[in-house]
């Protein structure tokens, strides 16, 4: 099988798969293959993004209508002001 990446219809669906299994099951894979977690690993503010991201999934998750992308918008804000601010610094 042969995956050729996402595309900005599939977003929706990877949200929703990355919140409900995705991140926990690459914490697992990270625990088991190398010892160490990897929430703990990451910056400080980006695994607390991904926690909080998780929460309000779980709270909207009863919503058929929410839409799960909008979970990580302040995870994407957080990234975005980074590499700018890496980029000024160079």
């Given at each position: 099988m042969t995956h050729y990446g996402f595309s900005p219809k599939d977003d929706l669906r990877s949200a929703r798969l990355l919140l409900q299994v995705g991140i926990e099951i690459v914490s697992?894979?990270?625990?088991?293959?190398?010892?160490?977690?990897?929430?703990?690993?990451?910056?400080?503010?980006?695994?607390?993004?991904?926690l909080q991201a998780?929460?309000?999934?779980?709270?909207s998750a009863a919503e058929q209508s929410s839409n799960p992308t909008h979970c990580f918008l302040p995870l994407g804000h957080y990234v975005m002001r980074s590499v700018v601010r890496a980029g000024n610094a160079n």
């Open positions: 697992s894979c990270y625990a088991e293959f190398f010892g160490f977690d990897l929430l703990e690993h990451l910056d400080e503010r980006i695994s607390d993004y991904l998780k929460k309000a999934f779980k709270l």
